[in-house]
């Protein structure tokens, strides 16, 4: 008997000197979903966690592992096992009348995360009215800049009268900007606008 007792010992060491390590993680995480400026719950968002992964200086993919929805104050969880190691993961969120949440960060794995807020911009839109109401001649000139502009952004001519609506970030300051020319004469203008979340700011430029 104690032969093979010297035997099987051996085997025993070997065998777990040969067992595989762990291979898997888990993501453990909660938090809420919030609208920018205001800090108010976004109910029925859509969370993601999202599984990135490739081969150094080579093609990268992602995909989807898992996904939730945000209950009547914001709030999300996530408890998800045997994901690989190897890999990278991230959170995104989106909801009706929000810009996506863009991700800079990746998830910090195999151990709980709470209060992982993600802000998400809502939609405005600002309804811009444009017109030359004192032309001089056919070269007078408008450049439109990024809040109010259009396409094309420069017009060109005495009979320049428009109607057009731009979507743009809720609950932000934001710049903006327009210049004019007539008789080779520039003019240039700017407004800080702020308009609140998922509203309509009527804007004229009256050149």
């Known amino acids: 008997m104690n032969k ?10 070997i065998l777990a000197h040969c067992r595989k390590p762990d291979k898997t993680t888990y993501i453990k995480t909660s938090g809420k979903v919030l609208e920018f400026g205001s800090n108010k719950p976004i109910k029925n968002a ?27 104050n914001g709030f999300y969880h996530f408890d998800k096992g045997d994901l690989d190691k190897g890999s990278s993961f991230f959170i995104s969120a989106a909801a009706d009348k929000y810009y996506t949440y863009d991700p800079n960060n990746y998830l910090i794995t195999g151990q709980e995360v709470t209060n992982l807020n993600i802000v998400l911009d809502p939609f405005a839109w600002i309804k811009v009215h444009v017109k030359n109401v004192n032309p001089f001649d056919d070269r007078d000139s408008l450049i ?23 979507k743009v970030f809720g609950n932000r300051d ?18 800080t606008l702020n308009i609140p979340a998922h509203d309509t700011l009527n804007y004229e430029i009256l050149y």
């Open 46 to 72: 859509k969370v993601g966690i999202y599984e990135e992964g490739g081969e150094f200086l080579g093609s990268t993919w992602t995909k989807l592992v898992d996904t939730t929805r945000t209950d009547a």
């Open 174 to 191: 934001m710049r903006a900007g327009w210049s004019f020319s007539k008789n080779n004469n520039w003019i240039f203008k700017a407004d």
């Open 144 to 166: 439109l800049g990024n809040v109010v502009g259009h396409i094309p952004n420069i017009l060109v001519g005495k009979n320049i009268e428009l109607n057009y609506i731009n």
């Open 4 to 13: 093979y007792l010297v035997l099987f010992v051996p085997l025993l060491l």
